[in-house]
């Protein structure tokens, strides 16, 4: 199958299209967008600015990617780009913004993302792969999203968050604190609600790896002692389990915001 372009789109010159592309009608599609293999548009989406969809991607009616960030004052420039990988599909009225130049410029989103009707993807965010968000779920600027987080319908998250992979962000939840890998928050503000054993599960880890996880959860969160000397002795106990150490290292690098706990 060839490239399809309905007669009522709009494809700026210079755009480039891939193979095999179909664009529906009143869809527009930026001068400076690039499209990759297999990608499909539906009616009314729009690829603005300096964005890349990698091959094929899906866009519903009415999703929007590429505009520039929700920043008063500020005027899109060659430096504000959105980068989408393959695999990915943005339901109705889904949206993802450029970056910041002074922050670097670059909104990334990886492969096999699922981004359900009316979530928001705000300026500067680094989105991992298999990433599922629900119907209106809004991250702020420069969040970074491990691999394989899902998020429920109508979550928030603040600003300059990490949320580490395999992370679950329960419907509702007001997010103001940075997300263990593995971890599961509920709530408004959003607490520590245990792991993520569902997930986790499903994802094929065994009852050995999940242990680690486990014990390591614990002992941070539930042994004895100030958090910072529980997080010490947890990082000497387990220097040697990959995934203990995958959640103790996450809150060791820190952040721009503080750790969600266990309420």
Known sequence: MSTQIHPSAFVEEGAQ?????????????????????????????????HT???????????????????????????????????????????????????????????NHCYIMIGAHIAHDNHIGNHVVMANNVSLAGHIEVGDHVWFGGLAAVHQFSRIGRNAFIGGGAIVVEDVIPFGSVVGNHAKLSGLNMVGLKRRGFDKEQLMQIRSAYKAVFFGEGLFRDRLAKAAADFSDKPLA???????????????????
């Open 52 to 110: 890349s969809l990698g091959a094929n991607s899906v866009l519903f009616p009415h999703a929007t990617l590429g505009c520039s960030p929700q920043v008063i004052g500020f005027e899109s420039t060659p430096e504000s780009r959105l980068e989408i990988g393959e695999n990915c599909t943005f339901r109705e009225y889904a949206t993802a913004h450029a970056g910041m130049p002074k922050f670097g410029g670059l909104t990334k989103v990886g």
């Open 245 to 263: 150490m995958e959640l103790i290292s996450f809150i060791q690098a820190g952040g721009d915001r503080p750790i969600c706990k266990p309420a």
């Open 17 to 49: 299209l891939g193979t095999e592309v179909t664009i529906g009608p009143f869809c527009h599609v930026s001068a400076n967008a690039v499209i990759g293999d297999g990608c499909k548009l539906h009616s009314h989406a729009v690829v603005a600015g």
